[in-house]
């Protein structure tokens, strides 16, 4: 039996003789790499609270949340940076916990071709939903090709968030400047490691009878 609550990991239950059960946290399947696992994760902070780390790789890295959110009992536990997995190591306080990156922090864009390139220019337009993003942030373009006349190379750099077109667009800098007025860009990945309100994707567990089933929007 599959034991589920908004509240913990959903338990098993499984009877191990005629007169004995056992119970165990489910283990869900990971990737061939065990950098990623495919569970769901909940959304437990309050509306605009933030979660700050301070490097995108790397064990022992700092979260910092912009209101009360960590426990102690949260060490040990993993949490979800939009794509990406954090092992939490250590508790400092209600705002500050450490932590190892599983895998780096980054996000692969879910709209296909999502730079838009203006031809004369070297900012580049960035279709990322939700992004979360403010002036100034530090992000690196990955597996971007060739648009608009400016050649992978020159797409895929490290610069900040150069302006916020709004809650799903923003620009940033390339090492070239376009000659045509071009969607593009491919499968495109966002490298970073700047405050961000997606801490993970919104899960509804609910459970009929002996079975149990996740919806994950």
């Known amino acids: 039996m599959f034991i589920c609550h908004p509240l913990f990991a959903p338990r098993m239950l499984t009877r ?3 007169d004995a059960f056992e119970i165990s946290v489910y283990s869900f399947d990971q990737r061939a ?10 959304k437990f902070q309050a509306n605009g609270v933030t979660l700050d780390p301070s490097a995108t ?8 949340t912009s209101a009360d959110y960590w426990v102690a009992d949260h060490v040990g536990t993993t949490v979800s940076y939009g794509e ?3 092992l939490i190591t250590g508790y400092t306080s209600a705002t500050v916990v450490t932590g190892d990156v599983v895998d780096e ?11 838009r390139t203006a031809d004369g220019s070297n900012l580049v337009e960035v279709t990322h939903l939700n992004h979360g993003l403010n002036v100034g942030d530090a992000i690196t373009i990955e597996g971007a090709s060739a648009t608009g006349g400016i050649n992978t190379a020159q797409l895929n750099v490290t610069d900040q968030v150069r302006e916020i077109i709004d809650e799903n667009t ?10 045509d007025s071009e969607d593009g860009g491919g499968n495109v990945k966002v490298v970073s490691h700047a405050p961000t309100r997606r801490l993970g994707r919104a899960v509804l567990v609910w459970c009929s009878g002996l079975s149990c089933c996740c919806y994950i929007p």
């Open 84 to 86: 990406s997995e954090i």
């Open 105 to 115: 922090l980054k996000i692969r864009l879910s709209v296909l071709n999502p730079l």
């Open 16 to 18: 191990t003789a005629l």
């Open 33 to 42: 790499d065990n950098k990623i696992t495919y569970q769901p994760y909940s």
């Open 57 to 64: 790789s790397g064990n022992g890295i700092t979260l910092t």
């Open 170 to 179: 923003y620009t940033y800098q390339a090492g070239g400047t376009a000659n």
